[in-house]
């Protein structure tokens, strides 16, 4: 029986794009909406997250100011020594640093201050006037010269434990530039080698040494171990040591010190 006979209304057809098709569309709009507002909740949380201004930090404590010690302060530590590639570079306190005075570096000791260092392990010692800052590697106290290191044979050691005590303070000697740039000058290397190992090195200054040569093992900041013969006030002398090894190093040639 046909459903018009009966009174019921005949069933629509589904049309696309009608009833149906505008629920999908809703919800499809629906969770594009979703996503959209989500993403800007994400963003907005990043946004905080990473532009907030960090927590303010506290301020770095200022350098302690240097000041005088009384005569017969003491301490103990561990004392190296610095040379190249130092030499004729300006320290801390101005000054032009000559690795042939009797000068060193301290981390707070006042410029002037003149301290006596003593090795603990031998006995020798020497005294020094501070001019420069350092060392700064835990452990160790004072910095000298490589003429106050070779004073006391720190030269060869390069580390040794030290007893160092003030003795006084003068004033820091009346230098120009231009006259510490001339003594520069005028100061002269022979590098014989430079070694990877530092074994190598040594046996090289070993055997110059039983030959009469007085020769010094330097480490660069290369990484390298330099053997050197020196140093010389004045090239020709140089030049004449230089000629006295080139049988067993014929790569030897003269250097300027600082370089």
Same mark, same amino acid.
């Given at each position: 029986m046909m459903n018009e006979e009966l009174g019921i209304p005949p069933t629509r057809p589904h049309q696309p794009g009608v009833a149906g098709g505008q629920f999908k569309t809703q919800n499809s709009k629906f969770k594009i909406a979703t996503a959209v507002a989500l993403g800007f909740l994400l963003l907005s949380v990043g946004c905080a997250h990473h532009g907030?201004?960090? *927590?303010?930090? %506290? *301020? #770095?404590? *200022?350098? *302690?100011t240097p000041t005088p010690v009384d005569e017969g302060w003491t301490e103990k530590g561990i004392a190296s020594w610095y040379g190249e590639p130092y030499h004729g570079r300006q320290t801390a306190s101005g000054e032009i640093y000559d690795m042939h005075q009797m000068t060193a570096a301290h981390k707070t000791l006042a410029f002037g201050t003149k301290v006596? @260092? &003593?090795?603990?392990?031998?006995? !020798?010692? @020497? @005294?020094?006037?501070? &001019?420069?800052?350092?060392? =700064?590697? /835990?452990?160790?106290?004072?910095d000298l010269s490589l003429a106050a290191a070779r004073k006391i044979g720190l030269d060869v050691d390069g580390v040794a434990p030290v007893k160092i005590k003030v003795v006084g303070h003068v004033a820091a000697p009346a230098r120009?530039? !231009?006259? !510490?740039? /001339? /003594?520069?000058?005028?100061? =002269?290397?022979? %590098?014989?080698?430079?070694?990877?190992?530092r074994g190598n090195a040594a046996r090289a200054e070993k055997? +110059? /040494? %039983?030959?009469?040569?007085?020769?010094?093992? +330097?480490?660069? +900041?290369?990484? +390298?171990?330099?053997?050197?013969?020196?140093? =010389?006030? #004045?090239? !020709?002398? #140089?030049?004449? #040591?230089? &000629?006295?090894?080139? &049988?067993?190093w014929p790569g030897a040639h003269v250097v300027p010190c600082g370089g």
């Amino acid at each position: 029986m046909m459903n018009e006979e009966l009174g019921i209304p005949p069933t629509r057809p589904h049309q696309p794009g009608v009833a149906g098709g505008q629920f999908k569309t809703q919800n499809s709009k629906f969770k594009i909406a979703t996503a959209v507002a989500l993403g800007f909740l994400l963003l907005s949380v990043g946004c905080a997250h990473h532009g907030a201004a960090p *927590p303010p930090t %506290q *301020p #770095a404590a *200022p350098a *302690p100011t240097p000041t005088p010690v009384d005569e017969g302060w003491t301490e103990k530590g561990i004392a190296s020594w610095y040379g190249e590639p130092y030499h004729g570079r300006q320290t801390a306190s101005g000054e032009i640093y000559d690795m042939h005075q009797m000068t060193a570096a301290h981390k707070t000791l006042a410029f002037g201050t003149k301290v006596k @260092v &003593n090795r603990r392990d031998t006995g !020798a010692d @020497v @005294v020094v006037r501070i &001019n420069d800052r350092g060392p =700064f590697i /835990e452990g160790r106290i004072i910095d000298l010269s490589l003429a106050a290191a070779r004073k006391i044979g720190l030269d060869v050691d390069g580390v040794a434990p030290v007893k160092i005590k003030v003795v006084g303070h003068v004033a820091a000697p009346a230098r120009s530039p !231009a006259s !510490a740039s /001339e /003594e520069t000058e005028e100061c =002269f290397w022979v %590098q014989v080698g430079a070694f990877s190992d530092r074994g190598n090195a040594a046996r090289a200054e070993k055997d +110059l /040494e %039983q030959k009469g040569e007085s020769a010094t093992m +330097l480490e660069g +900041l290369d990484g +390298l171990w330099r053997v050197r013969l020196g140093p =010389f006030d #004045a090239e !020709a002398k #140089a030049e004449k #040591a230089r &000629n006295r090894v080139t &049988n067993d190093w014929p790569g030897a040639h003269v250097v300027p010190c600082g370089g």
